[in-house]
């Protein structure tokens, strides 16, 4: 992906340098261990165990990738609005911070309105529910977009 800034050299030098200043700084979205809690009924199995099955599947739950899609959806979004707020002054940090927020309201709308495989009968007769990554919603009020 390419990204353009207009503007003269003074504010890519500038750029450069907000850069440089949080270089050790990501956004990351998903289940940081310090939010993960186990799944409800189970000692060692955790939210972020549970959510790496779903997104990937295994040999009885097909791949939903309500993580990897959102992202990569979103991609040309977040380039943008990082262009759009460091053009408005916004200090790095604060965008990191703005694009982990937006990223994790993305991930959570995905969950809910993605066009996912449907549920086995089994499942939807278990959570007398047909909609897929949708049981108790812990899941998807786990999602967690955070900048370390």
């Given at each position: 992906m390419t990204v353009q800034i207009t503007g003269n050299l003074a504010q890519a030098k500038a750029l450069?340098?907000?850069?440089?200043?949080?270089?050790?700084?990501?956004?990351?979205?998903?289940?940081?261990?310090?939010?993960?809690?186990?799944?409800?009924?189970t000692e060692n199995f955790n939210l972020a165990s549970l959510a790496a099955v779903l997104e990937f599947g295994n040999a009885h739950i097909p791949s939903r990738p309500f993580?990897?899609?959102?992202?990569?959806?979103?991609?040309?979004?977040?380039?943008?609005?990082?262009?759009?707020?460091?053009?408005?002054?916004?200090?790095?940090?604060?965008?990191?911070?703005?694009?982990?927020?937006t990223a994790q309201g993305d991930v959570q709308l995905n969950i809910v309105r993605g066009n996912w495989t449907v549920n086995a009968p089994s499942t939807i007769k278990r959570k007398k529910s047909s909609k897929p990554l949708i049981d108790t919603?812990?899941?998807?009020?786990?999602?967690?977009?955070i900048v370390k």
């Open positions: 450069i340098e907000r850069l440089r200043a949080d270089k050790d700084k990501a956004v990351y979205v998903g289940f940081p261990a310090e939010f993960d809690k186990p799944v409800e009924g993580l990897r899609q959102t992202l990569e959806e979103n991609q040309e979004k977040y380039t943008a609005l990082f262009v759009q707020w460091f053009n408005q002054g916004v200090p790095i940090t604060q965008i990191y911070e703005q694009l982990a927020i919603g812990k899941m998807r009020q786990s999602v967690r977009g």
